[in-house]
């Protein structure tokens, strides 16, 4: 949040509508736009915790959160960065109201089968399977991550608080050295390096030198649904995020989404990782509903640019737009920082006042936002393996990362995101309109036409001051007044036209006020 220490003050004026000569053609048009619509009648305007569309998501690294059990920890050494540091499924349970209290609806956590019992030192330094992708044995849990009673514990424990869970499963790889490399039986299922085996294409490569599943064969295939499918149907899960999709041969996909219906249930959900995706280059899994939605890959680089100074704000103004563009039906999952990824905080240097611009344009923006644990605290989150870094929990004697310095200023201003984001579903079921694209100022709404709900957003990049002037949109007819949720602030209508000044490196979000809410 930014305050009046922090920006300056904020000033806000109402008159009649004159536009500003530099938001020339650009802003005439998103006045007429907005003029010309119908108008609607409003209704109270909740998104639906229920439906995946209305989602906040977080995302969890298992080892890295929070050691709920002691007696479980093995080869763990807090000191070594690619070593166990004792996080667990018990502890992810114990700590649930830290995530369930931002106010998300939906949990991810990494895979949690058996890992390979050694390490591998090609990073230069010992890098064991804490993250849960190299697999050792699918139909077991990892005791180091607890039993299958602590997932569903957890699962159950989530439920009561109104949050789903997606579980991380492989269906691509195996460890270095998994025993499926030696077991007589499934010795011929994999790909290696060691035997010359590996393809070039992304289907038979052997991504990062992991032995390739060859799931072009039925054996295979079935083992893997087999154990995937039912553990989420013994311990309740609601969905799973896939590993390297497109790895994986579509045929394989449309199988899995079929026997995941029909074993599941129809509303079970999969969120995909196709390396780089974005609308356009989701669409094949999109096409044959292989999966309900994948990670956006596109969006922290064009932010963060964005914020930094890149670009102009045109043009930023029309991949927001374009992002629209999604497959009926299906959704992007943006992110600011991720485990595969250097995180947000850290490729802006630690400037916060431009990662809470970050993360207001994520809230403001399409699809399911994601929320990379820490992220909401300030763990910076450098490159790899530094992404991954435990979870800070101040002065709270919380291993692994008790005594880590954490930023709760920023968590509420997380919290008061989701909360706007839960009340105004414009911002997540809306259409992108776009207002001003002027120098450093980017102003848009974002509307929904069935709750007559609109919210206008507006972001100075610039250190300067910036003004701007916009039609009071059609949804807002009848308003007694207009609130900017992230300020705090109560704001007067009068007449049909709305003009904004920013501060530098500030934002707004800006929503009729009705009686009836």
């Known amino acids: 949040m930014f305050r009046g220490s922090e920006t300056g003050g904020v000033s806000l004026r109402l008159r009649p509508a004159r536009l500003p000569s530099a938001t020339g053609r650009f802003a005439i048009a998103a006045l007429l736009a907005i003029a010309i619509a119908a108008p609607c009648r409003a209704s109270a305007a909740v998104a639906d915790s229920s439906s995946w569309r209305d989602a906040v998501l977080y995302f969890a690294v298992v080892d890295r959160f929070a050691d709920g059990d002691p007696s479980n920890n093995a080869q763990v050494d807090r000191q070594a960065k690619g070593a166990f540091h004792g996080g667990d499924l018990r502890g992810l349970r114990e700590r649930l109201d830290e995530i369930a209290s931002l106010g998300v609806t939906a949990l991810w956590i990494t895979p949690v089968v058996k890992q390979i019992p050694g390490f591998v030192t090609g ?52 460890g270095y050295g998994s025993q499926y490399l030696t077991n007589p039986r499934t010795k011929t299922w994999v790909r290696t390096e060691e035997t010359a085996t590996c393809g070039s294409d992304d289907v038979t490569l052997c991504v990062s030198g992991l032995p390739d599943l060859k799931t072009e064969r039925r054996d295979v295939d079935e083992y893997l649904l087999k154990a995937h499918l039912g553990l989420a149907k013994r311990v309740g899960l609601d969905g799973f995020r896939l590993d390297t999709v497109k790895h994986v041969a579509h045929d394989f996909w449309r199988e899995h989404r079929k026997r995941a219906r029909a074993e599941l249930g129809s509303d079970f959900f999969l969120l995909g990782e196709v390396w780089g995706g974005d609308a356009s280059s989701l669409d094949p899994w999109f096409e044959h509903d292989e999966m309900d939605a994948g990670f956006d890959f596109s969006f922290q680089g064009s932010v963060l640019g964005y914020l930094i100074g890149r670009g102009r704000t045109v043009a930023f103004d029309r991949y927001l737009q374009s992002r629209d563009r999604v497959r009926s039906g299906h959704l992007l999952v943006p992110f600011l920082s991720s485990h595969d990824v250097s995180g947000g905080l850290y490729q802006l240097n630690g400037d916060k006042a431009r990662f809470r611009l970050a993360a207001v344009l994520e809230f403001a923006s399409s699809g399911i936002p994601m929320i990379y644990y820490g992220e909401e605290v300030g763990r910076p989150g450098g490159d790899w393996p530094e992404n991954r870094s435990d979870m ?41 309109a776009g207002l001003v694209a002027d120098k450093d100022l980017l102003v848009f709404a974002r509307r929904d036409s069935l709750v007559c709900d609109a919210v206008v957003v507006a972001v100075n990049r610039g250190g300067a001051e910036a003004t701007a002037t916009i039609a009071l949109p059609v949804e807002w007819a009848g308003a007694s007044g207009a609130a900017d949720l992230w300020n705090r602030e109560s704001l007067a209508l009068s007449g049909d036209s709305l003009t904004l000044t920013l501060p530098g490196l500030s934002a707004r979000v800006i929503a009729a006020k009705r009686t009836n809410r």
């Open 123 to 174: 990073a230069g330094f010992p890098d064991w399977p804490y993250h849960g992708y190299w697999t050792e044995d699918f139909t077991r849990l990892d005791p180091r991550f607890g039993t299958e009673a602590d997932l569903k514990a957890l699962v159950d424990a989530c439920h009561a608080r109104g949050i789903k869970v997606l579980l991380d499963v492989v269906y691509n790889h195996v």
């Open 392 to 432: 800070p929990w101040g002065d709270r004697n919380i291993l692994p990362g008790a005594g880590k310095a954490r930023d709760d200023s920023l968590r509420a201003d997380y919290a008061r995101l989701c909360e706007i984001r839960r009340s105004h579903p414009a911002l997540s079921r809306g259409r992108y």
